[in-house]
């Protein structure tokens, strides 16, 4: 699964980049400066951990997000709007995450002059809004050609489909808003509009603001709300001084500034669930592991995801529940009290079952 960070100049997403996934891409606007950025991120999961010092394995595996960080507005270059390049990777990504600048700096001045979340995160609205706009416009006048002299029943469906995206976008509405019926989603998901894509907006705050970061989420949660969209906040400063603590050292700090979880978690889960992905755990000796699937994948699937001949060879899995598990100390307690269970290829995994899959090939 992929997500795209994008974002204006020094709104501070590349630095959230660079923390989400242990890299060091380049930030700060520069000419010529590299316009994509790759990396894999760790799934945060405490019950991996306690798995882990169950077991104390060889090996301990969270399961991954794959981030692209795409180069923002060029508004220094002179030029508006998202590059080609960058549109190019976006859509092809699963969800996205914008990042917006709501901190003040001296040093860093804002390059439109002023410090205005609401405004910047309409212009990047506006900049999806136009990318799909532009894609419909262009399969309407190649259905138009193609339906000349003939009728085609799937074209006619289709123009009117696409019509019906054409008054969404031209009403400043993403089309994430709009419901749409499975066989029309399916028409729908070759486009890859970008307003369809799950939404998670970070807001970068200034150190000072984190105890009034409500004022800041607030309107802006208002403006973007629906089942698809999460808005949070973090402040980069505080969130690289966090990455190059111990542990022990980044739990104190977090401590003495009453935060709970560091922001990068909060936002690698929300990533996670508005893509629909849950986790299954394998355990053992050799390794402790966490998998993706989608919600409502049946065991087959998760089968699969560990290895194709799982999925080609299942006969059944045994399963039992993390808390179940954690709860009775061991699978041999697991079985004693009945929480283990087997269960046949129609069985739709849950978060945060411990799965030993039967196969044979």
């Known amino acids: 699964m992929e997500t795209g960070i994008v974002g204006l100049p020094l709104s501070g997403k590349t630095t959230l980049f660079n923390l989400l996934t242990r890299s060091s891409a380049e930030t700060g606007f520069t000419p010529g400066k590299k316009a994509v950025n790759l990396g894999i991120s760790r799934v945060p999961d405490p ?3 306690r798995l882990s010092e169950i077991w104390n394995p060889k090996k301990t595996t969270p399961a991954t997000i794959r981030y692209v960080d795409v180069a923002g507005v060029e508004r220094a270059a002179g030029r508006e ?7 190019t990777h976006l859509k092809n990504t699963d969800a996205l995450l914008v990042v917006v600048r709501a901190f003040d700096s001296d040093e860093v001045p804002h390059p439109a002059g002023s410090v205005d ?5 309409q212009e990047l609205d506006g900049e999806f809004l136009l990318s799909d706009l532009i894609i419909v416009e262009n399969r309407l006048e190649r259905i138009a050609r193609q339906m000349k002299g003939k009728a085609d029943r799937d074209l006619v469906l289709e123009k009117e489909l696409l019509e019906r995206c054409r008054e969404v976008l031209e009403a400043d509405r993403p089309l994430r808003d709009e419901a749409f019926r499975p066989d029309e989603d399916k028409v729908l998901r070759g486009f890859q509009f970008l307003t369809r894509k799950p939404l998670v907006i970070a807001l970068n705050l200034g150190e000072d603001d984190l105890a009034r970061a409500g004022a800041f989420v607030g309107p802006v949660a208002g403006r973007w709300d629906g089942p698809s969209v999460v808005t949070t906040h973090l402040c980069a400063t505080i969130e690289q001084e966090i990455s190059e603590l111990s542990a022990e050292d980044a739990r104190a700090f977090l401590d003495d500034l009453g935060i709970e979880t560091a922001a990068t978690d909060r936002i690698i889960r929300a990533t ?3 893509l629909g992905l849950i986790s299954f755990f394998t355990m053992g000796e050799d390794e402790c592991r966490a998998w993706t699937v989608r919600k409502g994948a049946r065991a087959p699937e998760a089968a699969g995801t560990i290895h194709t001949d799982l999925e080609r060879g299942f006969i059944r899995a045994e399963v039992v529940p993390y808390d179940a598990f954690v709860a009775a100390g061991s ?3 697991c079985r004693d009290q009945g929480v283990l269970r087997v269960e046949g290829k129609e069985y739709e995994v849950r978060d945060g079952d411990i799965l030993n899959i039967r196969f044979n090939v």
């Open 81 to 87: 709007g998202l590059s080609g390049e960058a549109l």
């Open 272 to 274: 996670y669930g508005l």
């Open 117 to 121: 979340p609401l405004r910047d995160l």
């Open 331 to 333: 699978l041999a307690a």
């Open 47 to 49: 019950r991996l951990d």
